[in-house]
């Protein structure tokens, strides 16, 4: 009898222990009532029991597989663009994987003190996600709390303590108000910075160590109503803490339900609490690669944005990398020069300027070259050199900075023209009609004297010779006038053809002296332009004598027009035209290469007895028109001079007489 009283007195304890196991797995109570004996009673326990044990096994083996998936979920954020894309994939992924009706995952974004992410519900079309972003330090509901104290916080009434404090008019204020209960659970950080004195934002007055490192923050702060100026102290400190990169929250996931339904039980508290240890550390290595990331783009930018090209040198004498100035200014991409020798981007002169900054460790600065590019064109460069060095002051390469010299050079040759053209112009002013007056003196007295001397002699001869060179003193006075005081212009409806048909009316006689032939090209359609018809007859006038003089006896002058886009070899005639172009070609030697440069600066020639201004007077006369005046190298002999036009108005440069 005493036996079969302990029996069961074991099994009501056992019973109860049931019970408290059940409850802790929020089962309902077994059904005691109905067994006819205390066996049939064990039995019905254990078969329960096993029955639950079984599906709890399931229910965990169905969460570890959420759990794996979602991790692999998870690591594809880390290749996502930014903090929201990384929320709203992970937020959506829980929505459709747990069969949770509201789920937010927010992230604390330290720098603009708020909480961002993404809102996920269901609703009758289906799945739609919110961006949300409030404050961090004010009063922003729950959620603020939860990241503050590091804890989770479970809610049966919504309305009463919102997650978050929407202003009104948020596109997420009806779903809070509809909201019957939720759970927010802090997402931890797996790695925090080491301790140092003054980690926080501000940093002179943070506690040390720091309140964190315990695990909590209540242990920092005194309780409310400890003495006058609480809040502001606590809400001063919280602020400070909040931003300094030691606080150990990096956001907060949470699961809602909308209603009066159910709320959200243990269990789903438990997953959640899972849910958040699973998500943390990959939500913080996506945020560490976005931080990596950016800082690599924010360099990027700095470094493609300086106008300036930069050339990175390892020790081996190889480029490591170089700027977008840089690939501007050779004329090569990155990648064809990258991992190459310096001769790939560089003339030797700089080469050697490098390799000697590598072997002394001394710096140039300042050392001008010529960079021949891809192309062909030369440009002109300053060089300076300094060593590359890592976070210990190691060197391990050194960087090239290429300064182009292009518009200087061209400003330091334009300063010299203009000083030039200032004393030349002074001169001319001071002594031109000085010297004009006699010499149409002189000029009529010859003239006087050459109605003396016979046709044939030998007298009359020098008297010509003597008007010639009369008539040459006389011109070049004008060419100085001209270069001095240019004429403005006076432009007009013409067409080109007709002004170069009157300019070679003017040299027959050369050209039949020479036995020169001239082959004409013009286009199907109109030749006209606006443009001053005089000052362009000076221009075709000095640009075929030019032709004639440079070719050989029996040789041919080509002469093409065309309507093009400008800067062509080649006729593009058609719609899209912006210029008109003339092209005038001799058979003589051609310009050399050294002297294509410099031929339309004044007083340089190459010609024996010539002044150096006609080709000076074209190229003025063509730029105050805004055209252009170029020379052009044949392939095989002789020189090719294009005269470009623009078809719209022309400019109203230069000074009346």
């Not at 799945?127 to 709390?145: E, I, K, W, Y």
């Not at 150990?248 to 997953?271: F, M, N, W």
Request: glycine share 10%.
């Amino acid at each position: 009898m005493l036996q079969k009283h302990l029996n069961r007195q074991s099994l009501q304890e056992l019973l109860r222990h049931v019970d408290e196991v059940r409850g802790l797995a929020s089962l309902p109570p077994a059904v005691v009532a109905g067994h006819a004996d205390d066996a049939e009673l064990l039995f019905a326990t254990a078969t329960e029991l096993v029955d639950e044990l079984e599906r709890s096994h399931r229910r965990l083996i169905e969460t570890n597989v959420q759990l794996v998936s979602l991790r692999e979920v998870a690591n594809s954020v880390v290749s996502s663009l930014d903090d929201e894309e990384a929320t709203r994939t992970v937020a959506g992924y829980l929505l459709q994987a747990f069969a949770m009706s509201e789920v937010f995952l927010c992230l604390a974004n330290r720098e603009e003190n708020v909480l961002e992410g993404t809102w996920c519900r269901r609703d009758g079309r289906g799945t739609a996600c919110h961006p949300l972003r409030v404050p961090l330090t004010a009063d922003g509901g729950v959620a603020s709390r939860a990241v503050w104290w590091n804890r989770t916080y479970t809610i049966r009434d919504a309305r009463r303590n919102p997650p978050f404090a929407l202003p009104a008019g948020h596109r997420l204020a009806d779903v809070m108000e509809g909201l019957g209960s939720y759970t927010a659970v802090p997402l931890q950080r797996s790695r925090r910075p080491a301790s140092r004195r003054g980690g926080g934002a501000t940093g002179e007055d943070c506690p040390s160590p720091c309140p964190f490192e315990a695990g909590g923050a209540s242990d920092a702060f005194p309780e409310p109503g400890a003495g006058p100026g609480w809040g502001e102290a606590h809400e001063a400190r919280r602020r400070r803490c909040l931003g300094c990169s030691r606080f150990p929250i990096l956001g907060l996931v949470g699961v809602a339900r909308s209603g009066g339904g159910p709320g959200i039980d243990p269990g789903e508290v438990t997953l959640l609490e899972s849910v958040a240890l699973s998500v943390a550390p990959v939500l913080e290595n996506a945020r560490l690669y976005h931080d990596l990331r950016k800082s690599e783009r924010f360099l990027d930018d700095i470094l493609n944005s300086m106008g300036a090209g930069l050339l990175a040198v390892g020790q081996d004498g190889r480029i490591l990398t170089c700027n977008r100035a840089a690939e501007a200014l050779a004329g090569l991409r990155a990648e064809a020069v990258v991992g190459e020798p310096l001769a790939a981007a560089l003339p030797e002169d700089a080469q050697q300027r490098v390799r000697d900054t590598l072997a002394t460790g001394r710096e140039v600065h300042g050392h001008e070259t010529t960079l021949r590019r891809a192309d062909g064109a030369r440009v002109p460069l300053s060089l300076a050199t300094s060593l590359l060095r890592d976070e210990r002051r190691r060197v391990y390469g050194a960087i090239a900075t290429l300064t182009d010299l292009t518009r200087v050079k061209r400003m330091e040759e334009q300063i010299r023209q203009l000083d030039r053209l200032a004393v030349l112009g002074r001169f001319t002013t001071s002594v031109a009609h000085e010297i004009r007056n006699p010499l149409a003196g002189i000029a009529a007295g010859v003239e006087y004297l050459k109605k003396g001397f016979p046709d044939g002699t030998r007298e009359l001869e020098h008297v010509e010779f003597i008007q010639t060179e009369i008539a040459r003193l006389d011109r070049i006075i004008g060419d100085l006038f001209t270069v001095t005081h240019p004429k403005r212009l006076a432009p007009r409806r013409a067409d080109l053809a007709e002004v170069v048909e009157r300019s070679l009316t003017g040299l027959q006689s050369l050209l039949l002296d020479k036995h020169l032939s001239v082959a004409w090209a013009l286009p199907d359609g109109p030749t006209t332009a606006r443009f001053d018809p005089d000052q362009m007859q000076q221009v075709c006038l000095n640009l075929l004598k030019n032709a004639a003089e440079a070719s050989p006896p029996g040789g041919r002058l080509r002469v093409r027009l065309w309507t093009g886009p400008g800067e062509a070899d080649a006729p593009h005639p058609g719609a899209g035209a912006t210029a008109l172009c003339l092209a005038i070609e001799d058979e003589g030697p051609g310009v050399p290469d050294e002297d294509r440069s410099r031929i339309f600066e004044p007083f340089f020639t190459t010609k024996a007895g010539g002044t150096g201004l006609g080709l000076y007077v074209c190229h003025d006369i063509v730029k105050r028109h805004g055209g252009h005046l170029r020379v052009r190298p044949q392939p095989e002999r002789g020189a090719c001079f294009i005269v470009e036009l623009p078809l719209e108005e022309a400019s109203q440069g230069g000074r009346d007489d």
